[in-house]
């Protein structure tokens, strides 16, 4: 794909493929002042027919990516453009061992873990007249405090 331009999906040109790394496409652009910036082949369309590369990102984000000067910090690129590999790995890896303050508790989990009894169970007793509000149907009221008898 070397010599291919680059444009993005604005139909802005964004410049001309310089190299292939991986699964990086080098481009350099500018006409004075050149700058080189990675692109995920992930977002990039080749027509090898035009030798042109088709771009699924506007011309403005690729020009706002971490430039390339030599090695090409591919950590600062996945997380310029939202990829996974530019984060890091959440504390659940998906084995179901949860750690007591991670995210992936559910409402439900939380709830058993501090103590309190989950709703979904709390509305199962109530249906089956388990509860202390008074008669099935019929809720029991409190008196008014304000209420001057």
Request: glycine letters at 10%; a negative charge.
Given at each position: ?149
């Amino acid at each position: 794909m070397n010599g291919y331009e680059v444009i993005g999906s604005d139909d802005g040109k964004v410049g001309e493929v310089v190299a292939v790394e991986g699964d990086l496409l080098i481009v350099e652009g500018g006409l004075l002042r050149k700058t080189r910036h990675a692109i995920p082949t992930t977002f990039a369309h080749a027509n090898d027919d035009e030798r042109v590369v088709r771009l699924s990102l506007a011309k403005e984000l690729v020009e706002s990516s971490p430039k390339v000067d030599g090695d090409v910090d591919r950590h600062a690129v996945a997380e310029h453009y939202g990829l996974a590999e530019g984060y890091e790995a959440p504390a659940t890896e998906g084995y179901g061992e949860l750690t007591p303050d991670d995210p992936a508790w559910s409402a439900e989990q939380e709830e058993r873990r501090t103590g309190v009894e989950p709703a979904p169970e709390q509305r199962a007793r109530i249906r089956e007249g388990e509860s202390d509000a008074g008669l099935r149907g019929r809720p029991i009221i409190p008196p008014d405090s304000h209420d001057p008898l």
